[in-house]
């Protein structure tokens, strides 16, 4: 599914500026500056100057919070955030220990966008689910919760993306563990009628 982009010109300003260029260069700035991020009940506060400041905002990392100090300005990120940061990109260290919690939009764990989301509608409402019959998986259960969603999804012009974690029997004391996960991706959709008949009409022309 091609993006919806927003207004006229978006295509064009962010195929010029790619996201990866942009997550390129707040990388950059991460390394050399090597800041400490600073665990506060559920968020990550990280102080920035005004290069690295420009990035988060431009990334779209965080929230900026206003302080008396000119040359300096703070950033709160979500978990999400800063774990990407620390044990994807390798760029932060976060100082102190707390737990965490999700944030649900659209009924979902994550929504994922293409682009800055100033310039492309997002694309996937995004459910992170443990591979498995176990206590951590109460979503889709049942066909309700799975006619619910998909509704949802569709409302907002969403297509619902699931994915399977698999742990493959590691424990959950080091981050390194994650180097042992799997994860399985499947969309799903409502059932589209003219779709199907495209689809068995070019089975047919193949047999």
């Known amino acids: 599914m ?10 064009a300003k962010a195929s010029a500026d790619p996201m990866s260029k942009i997550v390129s260069q707040l ?11 600073l665990l ?9 100057d005004a290069e690295l400041s420009y990035l988060f905002n431009r990334a779209r990392f965080g929230q900026s919070r206003i302080t008396s100090q000119e040359e300096k300005q703070w950033f709160q ?14 760029c932060l260290k ?6 965490s919690i999700k944030r649900l939009q659209y009924g979902v764990d994550f929504i994922a966008y293409r ?6 509608h997002s694309e996937y409402a995004v459910l992170a689910l443990s591979k498995g019959d176990n206590e951590l998986n109460g979503r889709l259960r049942v066909w309700s919760d ?12 969403k297509t619902l993306l699931v994915l399977f974690v698999d742990s493959n029997s590691q424990g959950t004391s080091s981050p390194s563990c994650l180097e042992h996960y799997t994860v399985e991706e499947e969309t799903i959709t409502r059932w589209n009628p003219e779709q199907s008949r ?4 070019s089975l047919r022309n193949q047999t």
């Open 146 to 157: 799975v006619h619910c969603t998909v509704c949802l999804c569709g409302s907002v012009a």
């Open 198 to 201: 495209e689809d068995e009409t």
């Open 40 to 48: 506060l009940s559920r968020n990550v506060l990280i102080e920035a």
């Open 2 to 11: 091609k993006p919806r982009c927003k207004g006229k010109g978006s295509e």
């Open 27 to 37: 990388h950059s700035s991460l390394i050399r500056s090597e800041p400490r991020g």
């Open 77 to 90: 990120l979500e978990m999400e955030e800063a774990f990407y940061l620390c044990f994807s990109l390798e």
């Open 115 to 120: 682009h800055l989301p100033a310039l492309i």
């Open 94 to 99: 976060v100082i102190g220990k707390d737990g």
